[in-house]
């Protein structure tokens, strides 16, 4: 009997035995690579410490940083300065030289508080906030094609950013502006359009995001508006018809919100902006004999205005169409003086020129402070502006327009207001005199100084001058006297708004023999 065993053939392997081995043998090979690694001796360089990371991690780190500083910092009180950027000198691996140029965020912060300067030389890296900034601004009206419940993370902080960087909405809580960001839609408009015509029944709260409109008052341009700039809220808060007609001078990309929604958001906010409306002007004193309701219908009627320090709020021959409350800050008032100086002089036996000067100069004859008020004088009477009201500093007025301001004042009481005003405009006669006054006591004031000390200040020149021992005593005052003189005569040329002079010749009659 044949005690040998048949020859047993080997077991069939299939296609992903095969893989999951060579899975194994390849995982098997790096493993042995990277232990031979770790055992094998080290190069340290003290000099150059290995502590640079992959690009992309400083990308990412930025970029969160960035997303939260802009959810607690207004974008809009950002400083956009562009200052050049310095290599950090202690730095013993970068040598200490300038950047030629600087990326740029509008409405953000500097990238030089939490980006490093190595990064922001990086082209690929400028390239691709430049590609994030391009596709955020265009972005935003995409967002609104999306149901809210559908947008992403992202696509909110957007819009609640954009919405924050609006002055309408900075002083509203996040919760507000989040719940607006949901009810917002957009509408486009061509060049000329109407986008709220006046007389009709407020509907909606427009905020122009894209292009310019003028407000328009019975023909008359009262206001211009601008991106990010808001129209049609005073009216929609008390169900008013519109009181002015907003033209587009451009397209432009409107976001509505309406009625409903913004007294859902927003009117209980705007209601407690009212309250305190109606708190400053109880301490007006000419407002003490008025009762509350009739207060409480004025100060509904009223319209918040931001001005920046140095900002005209109106320029003369302008229209009068609303009165002006000052709530914050304060407001420099300026006239204009017209004045006329001639002089004449033979050139022969029967003739003579006149030699005239007719400047205008614009003189400040007031400022009005908080709880105060201006513009009253030119809309009693209905005649264009006569003085120029600058801003003083930053300043908040509240507007009331002509229309609500006739409404609600009876004729005795805008004589009242009137007399009672803050800046009391002179007569031209008056501020004449008062300009000349002040000019000859300038000269008169020099002149005197000059004969007391009997020193010719006009010819202070030559060798002999500059060694007679009175002169030198007084030389480091005269240094000052002229630097003084030379600053009077520049601070008075900046007063000068307008100057025309001519020689007019004039002939003397003939006697009769």
């Known amino acids: 009997m044949n005690n040998t065993s048949p020859i047993r053939l080997p077991k069939q392997i299939t296609p992903t035995e095969r893989n999951l081995r060579m899975q194994i043998e390849k995982t098997r090979a790096t493993e042995l690579r990277l232990k031979k690694e770790f055992s094998r001796a080290k190069i340290i360089i003290e000099a150059i410490p290995n502590i640079t990371k992959p690009a992309q991690f400083y990308i990412k780190k930025a970029k969160q940083k960035y997303i939260k500083i802009q959810e607690s910092r207004s974008v809009r009180s950002i400083s956009h300065n562009n200052s050049r950027l310095t290599i950090n000198t202690t730095r013993s691996r970068v040598s200490p030289t300038y950047l030629k140029s600087q990326v740029k965020f509008p409405n953000t912060i500097k990238l030089t508080e939490f980006i490093p300067e190595w990064l922001l030389s990086r082209p690929d890296f400028k390239e691709a906030v430049k590609a994030m900034e391009i596709s955020e601004k265009e972005r935003i009206p995409l967002i609104l094609d999306t149901y809210y419940l559908n947008r992403s993370e992202d696509d909110k902080k957007i819009m609640n950013n954009y919405l924050s960087s609006v002055e309408f909405f ?3 809580p996040h919760t507000v502006i989040a719940e607006t960001g949901n009810r917002l839609f957009k509408q486009s408009f061509s060049k000329g359009e109407k ?16 292009g310019s409109a003028d407000v328009i008052i019975d023909g008359i341009v009262v206001a211009s508006k601008y991106e990010g700039d808001v129209v049609g809220e005073l009216t929609l808060d008390y169900r ?18 309406m009625r409903d929604d913004y007294e859902i958001a927003i009117l209980n906010i705007k209601r407690r902006e009212k309250q305190k409306n109606l708190e400053m002007l109880k301490r007006i004193k000419f407002f003490n004999s008025w009762t ?21 709020v109106y320029e003369r021959n302008d229209p009068s169409t609303c009165l002006y409350f000052v709530q914050e ?45 201006f513009g009253e004088c030119e809309l009693k009477t209905g005649v264009l502006r006569t003085m120029k009201a600058v801003a003083h500093n930053n300043t908040v007025c509240l507007i009331l327009n002509k229309e609500h301001f006739f409404e609600h004042f009876t004729d005795n009481e805008i004589n009242g207001f009137v007399k009672e005003g803050f800046i009391k405009m ?28 009997k020193v010719n200040f006009s010819n202070l020149q030559g060798r002999e001058d500059a060694l007679d021992p009175k002169i030198k005593k007084l030389n480091p005052w005269l240094k000052c006297f002229r630097k003084r003189r030379t600053e009077s005569l520049e601070f008075l040329k900046k007063k000068i708004v307008y100057e025309n002079s001519r020689n007019i010749n004039i002939g003397t009659a003939k006697r009769k023999k």
């Open 170 to 172: 900075h002083d509203l």
């Open 195 to 210: 986008i709220i015509t006046k007389g009709i029944e407020a509907d909606c709260l427009c905020i122009l995001y894209k």
């Open 240 to 257: 008013m018809p519109r009181s002015a007609d907003v033209v587009a001078i451009t397209d432009c990309l409107v976001f509505k919100l």
């Open 292 to 312: 509350d309701m009739k207060l409480l219908r004025i100060s509904t009627l009223l319209n918040t205005r931001h001005f920046k320090k140095d900002t005209v």
């Open 329 to 373: 800050g304060s407001v420099d008032m300026y006239a204009y003086v017209p004045l006329e100086h001639s002089n004449k002089w033979p050139v022969s036996a029967n003739q003579w020129i006149v030699h005239q000067v007719n400047r205008e100069y614009l003189i400040k004859i007031g400022t009005v402070t908080y709880n105060q008020y």
């Open 426 to 453: 002179p007569t031209v006669k008056e501020l004449q005199e008062k300009i000349t006054c002040e000019l000859e006591s300038r000269v008169l004031s020099e002149n005197a100084l000059l004969d007391a000390l």
